[in-house]
């Protein structure tokens, strides 16, 4: 191990500094929110009206399907869904 | 066993047995890191550092089970991160005017640099409480000695003793390579 001075400490601390607390929760949230995508999913392959829910009002899908998700959680699942939308159409 | 005494190895083994908490644990690790990575060592703008944040934990999750060994995880989550935001920067600059290629070697530079951080908090948290809180506060969430003690209930002045108290015993526990038993003296 090096033999650090306190200032040397000091400024090796300084270079960890805590993530945004939101982002902390939603990398938590993920085997919920990925949980919560499969069930989506599952449901939206079986039943025709519901896709067009989930396409229409993710979050309202989301929230009927018992899932709460943070905010940043419900914007990937957006971005997924965009993507998901794009190779379809491309 | 606390999940702060606990090995990289150890955690990773509960997350892959499913244990309930095991996964925020594991975040809660190594959020520092990653971001760390993705806003100094690539220096990637808030909004993408985000994603590639969120993207690192998502893929960890998925492909934990294939770790070859659960003691190189942050190794392997740092070639992950480095990946991710070297993916980023180029898609970046394929749609800027003044495209330039990432600096993969300046990047490196910072990343060597984040190790020997690691190692620091690494020993910090071996450490426990109360250094652990008190130079975290100072150092890395930037608060003043007054804020301190405000929340300590200390008087500023006794907030400057103890950190240097503290960061003599983290010093002696990294050249021991101990660390943990280190505790701060009331």
């Known amino acids: 191990m090096k033999d650090y001075d306190s200032e040397q400490i000091g400024r090796l601390l300084r270079l960890l500094p805590p993530a945004p607390q939101a982002w902390v929760q939603a990398a938590q949230e993920l085997p919920a929110a990925r949980a919560a995508l499969d069930e989506l999913v599952a449901r939206a392959e079986r039943d025709a009206a519901f896709r067009q829910e ?37 | 066993m606390e999940t702060a005494e606990q090995s990289d190895a150890q955690l990773v083994a509960r997350c892959r047995a499913g244990e309930p908490d095991a996964w925020n644990a594991f975040v809660e690790r190594f959020s520092r890191y990653v971001y760390a990575i993705c806003s100094r060592g690539f220096r990637l703008g808030r909004e993408d550092a985000e994603d590639v944040f969120q993207e690192v934990f998502a893929r960890a999750y998925e492909k934990l089970a294939e770790l070859r060994s659960d003691d190189a995880v942050l190794p392997w989550l740092a070639q992950l991160t480095r990946r991710l935001c070297i993916d980023r920067l180029r898609m970046l600059t394929r749609h800027a005017s003044d495209a330039t290629e990432p600096d993969e070697h300046a990047a490196d530079e910072e990343l060597r640099s984040l190790d020997d951080a690691i190692a620091v908090r690494a020993a910090l948290d071996a450490m426990g409480d109360p250094c652990r809180d008190l130079l975290d506060r100072f150092f890395c969430r930037d608060e003043s000695y007054r804020t301190i003690g405000e929340a300590l209930n200390l008087p500023a002045g006794t907030i400057a003793s103890r950190i240097s108290r503290c960061l003599a015993k983290i010093r002696a526990d990294l050249m021991e390579g101990a660390g943990g038993s280190a505790r701060l003296e009331e």
């Open chain 1, 54 to 90: 989930l396409e229409a009002d993710l979050e309202r899908a989301l929230a009927d399907a018992g899932y709460q998700g943070s905010p940043s959680v419900v914007s990937r699942l957006h971005r997924l869904q965009e993507s998901v939308e794009e190779a379809e159409l491309g």
